[in-house]
C-alpha cells in the first residue's frame, strides 16, 4: 500500500480532546506518515519528508492558517518539484467552511479522517478530486502574501461562527437546523444594514482594472470554490482560468434577497439590486477591517489595499 502523508496543528485543539481521538484513528491505520507542526518551519520539513516517501496525498488538519502556510510553501518551494499529490483539507475551527465545501459531513476531524482512510482502504481514495487554482492575496499586514481559496470581507465578517461554527449536515434535522440559523443570521444582519447608514466601512473595488466602485458592503466574496457563503452554491460551472466574484451590498433589500438564496441552497443566475456575481481575473480591494481567507482572519497594511489574483491550480480530494 502507497504512503498517505497527514500534517496537523495539536494547538488548534489544545482546548478539547479531538487531537487524541486524531492520533488514536491514525494508529489504526497503516502506511501513514504523520507530522504534527508546531512552528512555520516545520510545514517546510514535514513536507520535505513526505516528498522523500512519495506519498499519494497530503492530509492537512488544523486551523490557524496551516493550510495557508501550508500552500506558501508548496508554491514558493515547490518541494515536490512539481509532481504535487492531491490534498484533503479536513474541519478544524477556522476552515470549516472549506472542508464543508470540499464536502465534508460532520465537523469532527477525526471522523472525516476515518471516512477518507475507509475510502483508501477501499482503493478509492483518488477517485474524486476538484482541481482548482490558489488565491494569492497580496499587501496583508505583517506577512506580504498569503495563498488560500476564499476571501471574504464585509460585514459579514464580524459574524465569525459563520466561518468556524459547526455545519449542520444534509439530513432532514440538519437542513431544519441550517433554515433557522440563516433566517437568524440575515435577520440580525438586516437589523446592523439599517442603522448602518455611513460610509465609514466604505470599501472600494477594483475589478479586471476596469474602474473602481466604492459602497457599503455586507459581503464581498472571491473564491475558486462552487459553494460561498453558508454552503449556498454560486450559479453555474467554474471557470479554469478565472476566480468567481460575489458582492452584496448591505442594505435590507439586497440582504433579504440574499436570505431567500441561502434557503434554496444556491445563488441565482439573474440580476438582483445589490447583488453582483462574475467571474474575474484578478481584483484590487481596498477596506480598512479585517478580512477572512479560508476563515482565518488577517489585517490589510496600512494603505488597506489588497491585490487578489489566481496563481498555481492544485487538486483537492472531496471529501
Known amino acids: 500500500m502507497s504512503v498517505i502523508a497527514i500534517l496537523s496543528s495539536p494547538s488548534s485543539f489544545k482546548n478539547s480532546d479531538e487531537m487524541d481521538r486524531l492520533r488514536q484513528v491514525i494508529s489504526s491505520g497503516s502506511g501513514i506518515v504523520h507530522y504534527e507542526v508546531e512552528k512555520h518551519r516545520h510545514i517546510g520539513e514535514a513536507l520535505a519528508t513526505f516528498k522523500k516517501t512519495g506519498a499519494e496525498a497530503i492530509i492537512i488538519i488544523g ?7 501550508t500552500f506558501e510553501f508548496l508554491i514558493e518551494k515547490d518541494p515536490f518539484e512539481g509532481e504535487m499529490p492531491p490534498l484533503a483539507i479536513l474541519p478544524a475551527g477556522d476552515n470549516n467552511i472549506i472542508a464543508e465545501s470540499m464536502g465534508a459531513q460532520s465537523a469532527s476531524p ?3 479522517l476515518a471516512r477518507l482512510l475507509k475510502r483508501r482502504k477501499s482503493g478509492r481514495l483518488l477517485e474524486n478530486t476538484l482541481t482548482c487554482p490558489l488565491l494569492k492575496v497580496e499587501g496583508v499586514y505583517g506577512v506580504g502574501t498569503v495563498y488560500g481559496l476564499y476571501f471574504c470581507c464585509g460585514e459579514v465578517t464580524r459574524s465569525k461562527n459563520v466561518f468556524a461554527g459547526n455545519f449542520s449536515g444534509a439530513s432532514i434535522l440538519g437542513r431544519a437546523k441550517r433554515r433557522l440559523s440563516t433566517m437568524g443570521f440575515i435577520r440580525r444582519a438586516s437589523l446592523r444594514a439599517m442603522k448602518d447608514k455611513g460610509m465609514d466601512s466604505a470599501v472600494r473595488v477594483n475589478l479586471n482594472q476596469r474602474g473602481a466602485v466604492v459602497g457599503r458592503y455586507f459581503m464581498i466574496c472571491i473564491t475558486s ?3 460561498v457563503l453558508m454552503g449556498a ?3 453555474g460551472p467554474a471557470d479554469p482560468d478565472k476566480l ?5 451590498e448591505n442594505t435590507s433589500d439586497a440582504l433579504l434577497a440574499t436570505g431567500r438564496q441561502l434557503l434554496k441552497g444556491r445563488f441565482e443566475d439573474r440580476i438582483i439590486p445589490g447583488q453582483v456575481i462574475r467571474k474575474i481575473a484578478h481584483a484590487r480591494i481596498v477596506q480598512h477591517k ?3 481567507l479560508d476563515g482565518s482572519f488577517f489585517e490589510a497594511e496600512q494603505s488597506g489595499e489588497l491585490l487578489i489574483s489566481s496563481t498555481v491550480r492544485l487538486s483537492f480530494l472531496m471529501l
Not at 244 to 248: A, G
Open 63 to 69: 486551523g490557524q492558517a496551516l493550510a495557508a502556510a
Open 244 to 248: 468567481r466574484y460575489l458582492s452584496i
Open 110 to 112: 477525526h471522523r472525516e
Open 233 to 235: 452554491s454560486l450559479p
Open 290 to 292: 479585517p478580512f477572512v
Open 225 to 227: 470554490l462552487q459553494k
